[in-house]
């Protein structure tokens, strides 16, 4: 047998054997068998993975200076995370708002709650598996990693099976994540009108109203409040957002303020503060502030009269109106903004102060020789302890709360405006920090941007074109008749 024609090859981790055929200086055709051929494997410790097929074909059709792999080895498969099957959104869902065919703005629907009914399977574990071990072709063990297991989840408002598999809701209401947390919340719902019968609502959650509520009364709500009819006269105040259905009539009485966004048909004679977005088809005489943006673009979305202030933006489809009414518009950077991050920041440098005493503390703790501390010094060291992983901990919010803020007051210095897609009358007031820009002419489709200290107004094209705006600058605009 002509099996020192054979040249062995084997990769370095043992997991491949080829097999190469070399020719004779005399072309004798090569003289081989397949047991002939796994002897040989055998004999240079090839014990497990030959394919007897592959062998068979070698030993009878050998491809000369051609490598053909004949045993392989099973690598080991890594076993998988355990991982969490959710059943049931986790967040609220935000639609985008839906125009109706009247021009109207249906802000109500858009926002879509994550709920949950008592019992309902929120979440399911699938364990990690162990995988799979492997092997080389010389009979080695491949040991596989194993898959790691997660936590179980926290949070509150559900149960978990025996075998710690299975997350159940444990009443009925919203669910949403806080912190890496998962948390059910009932919500209170009031089925009818809020009138002076019921009394004012004060609930650690959210709040929702079939009906209106009736002027002289008050919604606090940790979470979100949603009112599907009117409000009156009358105190929303929302740790989330608000929405309202149809409308506001404030008779100049009504307060709303939301840490998230306010949405509603039409309000008049109002006081708005919103942490995010105000929503809304008009704004009659009212005084909002946005922490973000405020939007007026359904068909007939005007803002006639009263004080708006945005830090990021302002839209709207008209501006003010024939008689020329006074309506001050301010966007940009906001006073009680920057003050709200310099107070942080003062924060930041009593709490950092904080922990190098801290520290100082411990560090002489820590020359005392160890077992020299008695009872009562152990106990006041471990405050020490607490008390700075505390500072430690608010330290970080801060920090994190100040990089946030300075890039929202970033962009409202660099990227806020004004944009009106139909027609700014006389009577508006455009400010921007210090500056000022009165409106003596009726335009139609403008932008206001601030560049220099001084408020500019641009045409579309020259806003869309990124135009550098100068003293020179000639602004293409559409003058009203």
Known sequence: MDTDRIIMIIDEKHMNVSLVAKRSEDNEPLDVTADSIIELLQKNGVK??????????????AAYDKEVIVASGKPAV???????????????QKDKPVVAEDGSVDYLNSLKLAMVEEGQTIAVYKPPTKGEYGYTVFSEILKPVPGRQLPMLKGKGFTVSEDGLTYSAKLSGRI????????????????????????????NGDVEVHGDVHSGLRIEAKGCIFINGHVGNCKLHAGGNITIGKGVQGKYGCEIVAGGDVA??????????????????????????????????????????????????ITAREIGNEAGVITKLQFGEMPQYRKECNG????????????????AQLEK???????????????????????????????????????QMELELKAAHEDSFVRVT???????????????YVQNEAYKDVYYRQWLGKI????PEEYENQTVITSDTKVVIKKMS
């Open 422 to 436: 139909g027609i700014v009358h006389p009577g508006t007031m455009v400010m921007a920090e210090a500056a000022v």
């Open 78 to 92: 890594n076993g998988e995370d355990g991982r969490y099957h959710y059943l049931v959104p986790l967040e609220d």
């Open 365 to 403: 703790y820590e020359q005392l020789e160890a077992g020299k501390l008695s009872a009562d010094m152990e106990q006041i060291k471990a405050q020490i302890i607490r008390a700075k992983i505390v500072r430690q901990a608010e330290k970080h919010s801060l920090e994190e709360r100040i990089r």
């Open 264 to 313: 509603a048909s039409f309000v008049e004679r109002c006081n708005i503060t919103s942490g995010g977005n105000v929503y809304a088809d008009s704004l009659l005489d009212c005084r909002v502030f946005a922490r973000d943006s405020v939007f007026v673009t359904s068909k007939h979305g005007c803002i006639i009269g009263g004080s708006i202030n945005a830090m990021q933006k």
């Open 456 to 459: 500019r107004l641009l045409s």
């Open 176 to 203: 949403f994540t806080e912190n890496g947390r998962i948390i059910i919340e009932p919500i209170y719902v009031v089925k009818g009108d809020l009138g002076i019968e019921h009394g004012n609502i004060d609930f």
């Open 48 to 61: 497990v993975g030959i394919n007897r097929a592959a062998v068979q074909s070698f030993a009878a059709y």
């Open 344 to 359: 942080h920041k003062k924060r930041l440098q009593k709490t950092t102060e904080d922990i190098a005493v801290f520290e």
